[in-house]
């Protein structure tokens, strides 16, 4: 399998603790790690494989959702505090890894996307509802993780993955998947972030979309020819008979 992660650590100096750094990019296991016990064995290890604190950068479209669930237990027992930094995307299953960090900082032009999960599945209608019930567990199982990181109500949190949604680094902070957005210090305090949140949802995009071609497409009634009484009708089979 390709290593979808790297560790890089900066040894302890004088002025300076021992720093590790864990970089997540790509696609989360781009095979899955279901019914694997080398894969996950391996990230254990190598996270283990030192002490205190990490920082863990985070672009990633998403992925494995197993995978996803295990590297976010792992980071969620790890005995030491694990700061979480977007600078990219955090999409799908790796925004589920982003709710593991003890602080989860993201940069001003990152984003952040949560959805329902999704599979693919053959058989007759036994095995598809067993795929629904199955993709409804899954779905709980991830909005678990939202809820512990951003104490948003379930019903909440799920509307928002039923419509796909992507924040901003502003709307990420404001329902509480992020703690901060991240500042470089050389940046001048008037070009700050803006106040202003974006978030964006496909669904209401498309349901906006729809309702505005259906005004379009709407045609008005042609107005009805005016009626004509009983005699007038008579008056006219007298004219024509003559």
Known sequence: MKKFWKWKNQAETETAPTERTLFLNGTIAEESWFDDDVTPQLFKEELMSGDGDIT????????????????????????????????GIAASAASVIAMAGTKVL????????????????????????KAIEMLASV????????????GLSRAKLSHLM????????????????????????????DMEPPAV??????????????????????????????????????????LLRF
């Not at 494995?64 to 505090?81: F, R, S, W």
């Not at 993201?106 to 095995?127: F, L, R, Y």
């Not at 906006?208 to 009484?229: E, Q, V």
């Open 106 to 129: 993201v940069s001003p032009v990152s984003m952040m996307m949560i959805h329902n999960p999704m599979t693919v599945a053959m058989g007759d209608t036994a095995e598809m509802q």
């Open 139 to 150: 779905k709980d199982s991830i909005i678990n993780a939202y809820e512990i990181k951003t």
């Open 197 to 238: 949140s974006m978030l964006y949802s496909k669904a209401a995009v498309v349901n906006s979309l729809m309702d505005k071609i259906a005004a379009k497409c709407t045609t008005k009634p042609k107005n009805k020819p005016a009626g004509r009484s009983v005699d007038s009708l008579y008056e006219r089979l007298d």
């Open 56 to 87: 863990v950068w985070i672009n990633s479209p998403g992925g494995d959702c197993v995978a996803a669930a295990q590297i976010y237990n792992m980071l969620m027992d790890y005995p030491h505090n694990v700061t979480v930094k977007i600078d």
């Open 162 to 189: 039923d419509a796909e949604t992507w924040m901003d680094a502003n709307k990420a902070v404001e329902l509480g998947f992020a703690d901060d957005v991240l500042a470089r210090s050389e940046i001048p305090e």
